[in-house]
């Protein structure tokens, strides 16, 4: 539809979006990191699970598609509840919670990133650290970190609407299929083709389509050469053309995913006597 191909992401946006691209939270409590957990002494070790995380924010959450320069501000960009993509640079940033487990920021995201206190990847604290977030990803650090200045830039929005019903119809189909087929013996092949299907739809929306391309041949000096001389650009504006779905939807999808885990993460350290062990993606381990 012309609302679609109208939001096919500019290269620019493209490669704000990768930036903000950031896959599922899997960190273990830096309070116990490393230690033994006795069961016969702390109670039994418990874990939830979010079954098929990303279909499920695929078909309940709302998404991202045409976006255009945020000429209002992002406070108030936020109070209408629009999508936000931006580049911001934090200011004497800390975790709020020095007992919080699991510090959101990871610092491979980081850029600029100076003074910083680290846990095995996460960032406690810094006195200056630039990033490029979802409005998804900046209410997460403002629920979990203090700041005293956040300076955007480069910062779009765009309507949050619904995904069109004939994807959700597909990931309903293939949900269905791989759930009534688990467990079956002799249903094993169906059961890997519709679950490897079902996973495959967030892996459509994710797919770069800025990727060179690298040749391997004995005729090279090398044994191996970019196939073109194209440039990144060139290579992206080629590829989007035959896009089926919206790299922006990809990103929001696990961005969604990892609020949803938030919460259950923000539940367990909130809970008097339970104690928050490890996370990974779509589950949390915990006691209590």
């Known amino acids: 539809t012309r609302h679609f191909v109208e939001s096919i992401p500019t290269f620019d946006i493209f490669l704000l979006l990768n ?45 991202p598609f045409k ?22 640079t934090f200011t004497d940033i800390n975790l709020k919670n020095n007992l919080d487990g699991c510090p959101y920021i990871p610092v491979s995201k980081c850029k600029n990133l100076k003074d910083p206190v680290e846990d095995n990847g996460r960032i406690l604290s810094a006195s200056t650290l630039t990033m490029t977030l979802t409005d998804i990803d900046l209410k997460i650090i403002n629920q979990t970190y203090t700041y005293t200045n956040a300076i955007f830039t480069g910062t779009y929005m765009s309507d949050y609407e619904e995904l069109p019903q004939q994807l959700k119809k597909v990931v309903l189909k293939y949900f269905k299929g791989k759930t009534e087929l688990k467990g079956i013996e002799e249903k094993e092949n169906d059961y890997i083709k519709f679950k490897g299907r079902f996973n495959a739809i967030y892996g459509l929306m994710v797919q770069s389509p800025a990727k060179l391309l690298i040749e391997y041949s004995n005729d090279y000096p090398d044994l191996f050469a970019n196939e073109t001389e194209r440039t990144l650009e ?13 790299y922006q939807w990809g990103v929001w999808v696990t961005a ?15 809970t008097p006597g339970a104690i928050f062990l490890y996370t990974d993606t779509d589950s949390v381990k915990y006691i209590g």
């Open 19 to 63: 930036d903000a691209f950031r896959g599922g939270n899997t960190h273990a409590n830096r309070w116990i990191a490393g230690k033994l957990i006795d069961s016969d002494i702390f109670g039994p070790i418990k874990s939830k699970d979010r079954a098929s995380s990303y279909p499920d924010v695929i078909l309940k959450h709302k998404y």
């Open 67 to 88: 976006f255009e320069p945020c000429i209002i501000g992002v406070k108030k960009a936020l109070e209408l509840g629009k999508a936000i993509l931006t580049k911001v």
């Open 234 to 246: 060139e290579v992206y504006n080629k590829n989007i053309k035959n896009t089926t779905l919206l």
């Open 256 to 270: 969604w995913a990892r609020w949803e885990l938030q919460r259950a993460i923000n539940l367990v350290q909130s």
